[in-house]
């Protein structure tokens, strides 16, 4: 029996030994995936439905024992513009069709490999720029303000909320410092973002109880819809505005995502065939064909578009995961969240998923990678920074371009 091997356990085996690393990963990804609606510009629960159908489906369709799919980081830069410019979320869901269609094709077609053509220079200046994106964006909800421009040109804060800096400097401090604190860091049920998020939503309820000034108003809270019926449940879901169809930027969106996202997931399942002790390799057209499918049911029910995300694909191999059962769990975990303790989740502040994005955005555009590329020399550096520059100034499409 020792020497079996995993995928031939019995399911009872399988779910004992990946039942607590998929709790893990459910503990990881919750604040993420509302942090990255958050960043994106969308409605909070459309991160949830992610990571559910990247847990859920892509888990059961991918070969990948380790990996775990959910809404990327990576992507919040494109989803935020599309958004922006299209003017309403059910038309971006046309994109993330069109995204997970090419997904599926380029499976199909068996270009797996296509990831090995990109230099790591391009791939790391990206992920930079988008991680200075996601800065920008984060730091009036850290603030809890808005950014106005003034005739001058230059970005002020308006309206600055004192309880929303508390909240942000002491998840902050949670953040940065839980994993450098001796005996904290094993604790596998208590990841930093968890922890971050229940000090936020306790510091809160200590302003509002004590009717204090600092007591954060109910619109920088995570504001999920609350079913009270089997009708309710079934309304959660928004479809896709056909007549996005008809439009060219639709169109150029879902074929930025599907490059971004076929791009990404190949990246992190490279990162999470070698976190695997077993060492099993992952088809990559297969996982491509399943992401495609994830991405269309997503955005069929309004969730966020999806990609393999090395974050959650490290925890769950921290934590022990030994089968792909790991991240259905976790997909299970966060569908019973959403439907039975939605109050729980409007409690949290935005000022502490701000943070969480915060702690994202410095990891991706990390100075310690920009003076790596330095060090390897100008035919390295020129191309990680100018596409960092384009990602930022421009877009993610003309940055990598």
Request: with cysteine.
């Amino acid at each position: 029996m020792v020497n079996q091997p995993v995928e031939k356990l019995p399911v009872g085996s399988l779910l004992k030994a990946n039942f607590a690393s998929g709790l893990v990963v459910f503990l990881v990804a919750l604040p993420l995936c509302l942090g990255i609606a958050l960043a994106s510009g969308a409605p909070p629960l459309s991160g949830i439905i992610s990571g559910i159908v990247g847990g859920i489906i892509i888990g059961f369709l991918s070969t990948s024992n380790i990996s775990v799919s959910g809404p990327a980081a990576g992507l919040a830069a494109i989803v935020l513009e599309s958004i922006t410019s299209l003017g309403a979320f059910e038309l971006f869901l046309c994109a993330g069709l069109i995204a997970g269609a090419i997904q599926l094709a380029l499976g199909f077609l068996r270009v797996g490999s296509i990831a090995e053509d990109i230099p790591l220079a391009v791939i790391e200046g990206m992920l930079a720029g988008i991680g200075v994106i996601i800065i920008i964006n984060q730091l009036p909800l850290a603030f809890g303000s808005d950014l106005k421009l003034r005739e001058d040109g230059l970005d002020v804060f308006a309206d600055l909320h004192l309880g929303s800096i508390l909240v942000t400097v002491v998840s902050l401090i949670i953040l940065i410092s839980w994993d450098k604190i001796p005996g904290l860091k094993n604790i596998k049920l208590l990841p930093a973002a968890l922890v971050a998020v229940a000090v936020g939503i306790f510091m809160n309820w200590i302003f509002v109880t004590s009717n204090s000034g600092l007591a954060i108003p109910n619109n920088q809270l995570v504001q999920l819809p609350v079913p009270k019926s089997w009708g309710d449940m079934v309304g959660l879901a928004t479809f896709p505005n056909i007549s996005g169809f008809l439009d060219s930027h639709v169109w150029i969106t879902g074929i930025t995502i599907a490059i971004v996202a076929s791009i990404e997931t190949l990246l992190s399942i490279e990162a999470a065939d070698r976190l695997d002790v077993h060492r099993r390799i992952t088809d990559t057209n297969r996982e491509l064909r399943a992401q495609g499918v994830g991405n269309m049911v997503c955005s069929t029910i309004g969730g966020l578009p999806v990609t393999s995300v090395v974050v959650r694909s490290s925890a769950n191999a921290n934590a022990g995961a030994t089968h792909k059962l790991s991240a259905i769990i976790h997909g299970v975990l966060l569908l019973v969240c959403v439907l039975a303790i939605p109050f729980v989740l409007n409690l949290i502040p935005l000022a502490t998923l701000a943070a969480v994005l915060l702690v994202v955005g410095y990891k991706l555009a990390n100075p310690k990678t920009i003076f790596h590329f330095w060090h390897k020399g100008l035919y390295q550096f020129i191309p990680f920074a100018a596409t960092l520059v384009a990602v930022v100034v421009f877009d993610l499409l003309e940055g990598v371009g």
